[in-house]
């Protein structure tokens, strides 16, 4: 029953030492414990944080190293009023923002209660929450501190308020990723399996000897999981508004557009898969290296904040990281093309090139 068994396996292995894309695949489980055993860090730190200090005051200067010296909030500038730390906070560019009233020195140096107040972006619940909870202890500790001074014991008050979710509801944090990653997956696979799919069965190689141009072969192939991806993204959506509750805060047509220019770079994804997979089972595992660091490094499970800065470097280079803050700026916070400029020129940036790169890949592969 077994004779042959050790030739079997003796020509197996050889097959794989000469196979360059089966040696790859044995390297896919060691970059993604690596990379994952890094990234996926639940203690949040160095929370970008803007400043409103209306009083400029010894006393006031202090709050604001209690808040930096807890390595939770990460001091990045100063606001002029509350509207330019709401702005900010709308924009991305921070998360936390803490204003001091100008009353704040005279007050406490009178022996009565003060306070300051907190606003925190609510879009990021895991992060909204540390942010919290820490400003809330910030008070107290000042409280403290004041007391040991002898300043007639008044109450230090940090009252946080969480804006765009202030029930820190996890659905309105996850749902909205949820589209980036969910047409990332779709449109990438599809167009992968599909090209690589009729190269198996010899109908790529009949419709490159038909009279049909290549770049009218390429687009003629694209664009219907174009449209699938544009589809996905309405259904998704729409699940998000009346299943979940989650609203639409921004421009519908601003968040469709975008979407629509995230579609590039992820079919182009699709097309270099397609060019060095040789069969289904290794466009599978190709697309399981895209599409994990995206799920796990773009900011859509995991806070950005606390990965290492190789990581994090790493992430900067996803593309689904900006649109995952597109979505979350879109959806929540009402941010405008005003606020997503970055985002919207990088997403240009890897369409640009992913495109150039995928199909001069795939009209290689043809020819």
Known sequence: ??????????????????????????????????????????????????????????ESRRLVDRLANTQTFHIIGEAASEEDVRRRIVAGQAKVGLIIPPDYSARLLNGEQVSAQALIDGSDSTVAMTALQTSRAIGQVETGVLAGLSLDNPQVDVRPRVLFNPDLISAKFYVPGLVGIILQIVTMMLTAFAIVRERERGTLEQLVVTPVSRPALILGKLIPYAVIGMLQTVFVLSLMRFLFGVR???????????????????????????????????????????????????????????????????????????????????????????????????????????????SMRFQKRLG
């Open 1 to 58: 029953m077994l004779r042959g068994l050790g030739a079997i396996i003796y020509k197996e292995v050889l097959q794989v030492r000469r196979d360059p894309a089966t040696r790859f695949i044995f390297l896919i489980p060691v970059f993604q414990t690596i990379i994952f055993g890094f990234a996926i860090d639940m203690d949040v730190q160095h929370i970008a944080t803007v400043v409103c200090d209306m009083d400029q005051s010894k």
């Open 248 to 358: 639409i805060q921004g421009d519908l047509f601003l968040l469709l557009s975008l979407s629509a220019l995230f579609l590039l770079p992820s079919l182009s994804f699709g097309i270099l898969v397609s060019t060095v997979a040789a069969n289904q089972a290794q466009a599978m595992q190709i697309s399981l290296l895209i599409i994990l660091p995206s799920v796990l490094l773009s900011g859509f499970a995991f806070p950005r904040e606390t990965m290492p800065a190789p990581i994090y470097a790493l992430s900067c280079v996803i593309p689904v990281t900006y649109y995952v803050q597109i979505l979350r700026g879109i959806i929540l916070r009402g941010a405008g093309l005003w606020a997503l400029w970055p985002q919207t020129l990088a997403l240009v940036g890897f369409a640009v090139a992913l495109v150039a790169v995928s």
